[in-house]
């Protein structure tokens, strides 16, 4: 594709940590061309000064929010890393305009009745969040949605690890829907780059402990993404950590195995499951659950997963593994743009590298 032809995407929101990175993989994105960048952090800077980017994307001035919203108008699709409350406000704008939208927060992601008690306020647009179209690649083939979609609600970073690590167990009958409990920990990313005294480094640093027990607002995604997905019975008690580093996230998800599943082998059975899920899913990659590790996925949009059984005590773990800024954000909302504009799902996707050791 020509540079003439490339589809003009913009990022509204791109000082953010999830902004950054869609920039990172924008700039070298071989169908997209990035176009616009608004933060009223950076406004009138180049881009180039702040995110690692090299050619055109380097030079591109970042734009208050206000003047970006005038811009709406000359893009194909602009991706929204703003609060939730943001995005409610500026999506039917974008869409008014005439661009489509990806929305990397959670103002599109629930029911409207959620909104009160898990995002703290009423939600404004409950006519456009029953036609947004949320979609994981990986748990439901959305394609034929997404390309006439107007707006897409991209998943959590929680929530995709989490469904990732239990569904294919559920479709497989494997495991008991009620209970499933899920220990799920993130580095400081994961929280946004908002400064507070919390994730200062004096008191991240060697320290651990969870955080919004009991009240995180992933916990209903999680539920609402396995429901839509053939689980409606499932009901998981999630809680989340944080971890002294910078990025990733592990779920661990523990579970009743299913009287007499698995046949004679039930170990065999939980992977087999994850193997054959991950038929035709180029970002999954199976191995054994003692190898599921952040260096591994880290800087870019791969999902590991493994599982293990204990038949004579009818548990199972399954665990996965997934970069929160990229498979768990942006490289995650590329990978629906690419499907909204039919484009290959890996397109922009694959050369992404992380670093071992």
């Not at 208050?64 to 991706?79: A, C, K, T, Y």
Request: aromatic share 6%; glycine share 10%.
């Amino acid at each position: 594709m020509s540079e003439i032809a490339k589809l003009r995407a913009g990022i509204v929101g791109v000082s953010g940590y999830s902004g950054m990175e869609l920039a990172r993989i924008l700039a070298v994105h071989p169908a997209f061309a990035l176009s616009v960048v608004t933060t009223d952090k950076w406004q009138g800077k180049c881009l180039g000064q702040f995110v690692a980017v090299n050619g055109p994307a380097s030079e591109l001035a970042c734009v208050s929010h206000l003047e970006g919203q005038e811009l709406f108008r000359s893009l194909d699709v602009v991706f929204f890393c703003t609060p939730a409350e943001a995005s409610v406000t500026l999506a039917p704008i974008a869409i008014v305009a005439g661009t489509r939208v990806v929305d990397l927060s959670g103002a599109f992601r629930l029911g409207a009745e959620d909104y009160p008690q898990w995002y703290g306020f009423a939600h404004g647009n409950p006519d456009l969040l029953r036609n947004a179209v949320y979609s994981m690649p990986e748990v439901a083939d959305m394609s034929a949605r997404l390309r006439t979609a107007k707006l897409v609600s991209n998943p959590g970073c929680y929530p995709t690890a989490s469904t990732l690590s239990v569904l294919p167990l559920l479709r497989a009958g494997l495991i008991e829907p009620d209970p499933i409990f899920i220990d799920a920990k993130s580095g400081t990313t994961g929280a946004g780059r908002k400064g507070t005294e919390d994730f200062s480094f004096s008191e991240i640093a060697d320290d651990f402990r969870a955080y919004r027990v009991l009240r995180h607002q992933h916990q209903p995604e999680i539920e609402r993404v396995l429901a839509l997905n053939g689980a409606a019975s499932a009901k998981v008690t999630f809680t989340p950590h944080l971890l002294p580093i910078r990025r990733g996230i592990l779920a661990a998800a523990y579970c009743r195995l299913r009287v007499g599943a698995g046949g004679s082998d039930p170990a065999q059975a939980v992977k087999q499951a994850l193997v054959d899920f991950a038929v035709g899913k180029p970002f999954v990659h199976i191995v054994t659950p003692d190898e599921v590790r952040l260096r591994a996925v880290v800087g870019t949009n791969r999902v590991l997963m493994g599982v293990a059984a204990d038949a004579q005590r009818g548990v199972v773990v399954s665990i996965a593994a997934i970069d929160n800024l990229v498979k768990g954000a942006a490289g995650q909302a590329v990978q629906n743009a690419n499907m909204m504009f039919g484009l290959p799902e890996t397109t922009g996707l694959l050369a992404l590298a992380g670093h071992m050791p």
